[in-house]
Antibody, heavy 120, light 111 residues
């Protein structure tokens, strides 16, 4: 059973960089696509993007200019950097595995989420 | 900004059936049979409850069923149980540059 766990600072100052990591256990990070999804207070979920150990990645256009993913095979971990954050980036951040069978893709394993507040 | 519209809350008594709707557009729900549903108990990892509109993953109760008509998908929970009390989110693949869109979320309350 694949398990994911988010980690990182829970308080970030405006204009700084939000950096989160997701550690994968129970399976290898290679061969799959790994996603970041967030939930802003009082709002629904928002797909941030996904990444692959090969370097292939896709981003939500609304965040593409500020987001960057990376993968650490040695730690079986992938990460999100979001630069120039504002209060609008305050959210519960989830990491998840994107699994595809043919053209059908799902987010089948998720982390518990990590709350991040942007405030001075 | 969420692209799929769900009712904020739905409630029912134990044993009853409830249905959660999820309304999108002809670019997402209306265009693909790639609708999925997730159950989220606060503080826990979201759980996949349905995919490809009406396919239940292994281990998910048969009390959960999914359907779609036009631009609207639905998740029905029959024989409502206390453990079903949670937030539910729909999701769909989209032909827009935002490849995956999610719903606004529905809080299910068991009375």
């Amino acid at each position: 059973q694949v398990q994911l766990q988010e980690s990182g600072p829970r308080l970030v100052k405006p204009s700084e960089t939000l950096s989160l990591s997701c550690t994968v256990s129970g399976g290898s990070i290679s061969g799959d696509y790994w996603s970041w999804i967030r939930q802003s207070p009082g709002k629904g979920l928002e797909w941030i993007g996904f990444t692959h150990y090969s370097g292939n990645a896709d981003y939500n256009p609304s965040l593409e200019s500020r987001a960057a993913f990376s993968v650490d095979m040695a730690k079986n971990q992938f990460s999100l950097d979001l630069i120039s954050v504002t209060a609008a980036d305050t959210a519960l951040y989830f990491c998840a595995r994107r699994f595809c069978s043919g053209t059908s893709c799902i987010f089948d394993f998720w982390g518990q989420g990590i709350p991040v507040t942007v405030s001075s | 900004q969420s692209a799929l519209t769900q009712p904020a809350s739905v409630s029912g008594s134990p044993g009853q059936s409830i249905t959660i709707s999820c309304t999108g557009t002809s670019s997402d729900i209306g265009a693909y049979n790639y609708v999925s549903w997730y159950q989220h108990h606060p503080g826990k990892a979201p759980k996949l409850m349905m995919y490809d509109v009406s396919t239940r993953p292994s281990g998910v109760s048969r009390r959960f069923s999914g359907s779609k008509s036009g631009n609207t998908a639905s998740l029905t929970i029959s024989g409502l149980q206390a453990e079903d009390e949670a937030d539910y989110y729909c999701s769909s693949y989209s032909s827009s540059s935002t490849r995956y869109v999610f719903g606004t979320g529905t809080t299910v309350t068991v009375l």
